[in-house]
């Protein structure tokens, strides 16, 4: 069972917009980067998006421009807001505590489907 937990997928037309959100505890969120990843059917795990507890923020090239990741700090929420989705977009997006390669480091929650789809 994961330490963070997703929520806010769903379907959604090609062009249109959701905001996942991942709901950390006080000491996770304070002291480590949290990421966001996603696994499309039959594909790896690929990370998407990363914010540091000063704010520092990286993209994945696939989602740059399109995609912000921010931080609510007086709710321990991190959010990916999700913007021109397209069919590529459909996985399983998860939170998760990242280093600084980027790669996950904590246990897997279950994660929010994002289908994109006419």
């Known amino acids: 069972q994961g330490l963070l937990v997703e929520s806010g997928g769903g379907l959604v037309q090609p062009g249109g917009s959701l905001r996942l959100s991942c709901e950390a505890s006080?000491?996770?969120?304070?002291?480590?980067?949290i990421g966001w990843l996603r696994q499309a059917r039959g594909k790896q795990r690929e990370f998407i998006a990363s914010?540091?507890?000063?704010?520092?923020?990286n993209y994945a090239d696939s989602v740059k421009g399109r995609f912000t990741i921010s931080r609510d700090n007086a709710k321990n929420m991190v959010y990916l807001q999700m913007n021109s989705l397209k069919f590529e977009d459909t996985a399983v997006y998860y939170c998760?505590?990242?280093?600084?390669?980027?790669?996950?480091?904590?246990?897997w929650g279950q994660g929010t489907q994002v289908t994109v789809s006419a």
């Open positions: 914010i540091t507890p000063r704010g520092n923020i």
């Open positions: 998760n505590v990242v280093n600084s390669a980027m790669a996950a480091m904590g246990p």
């Open positions: 006080g000491s996770i969120f304070s002291m480590y980067r």
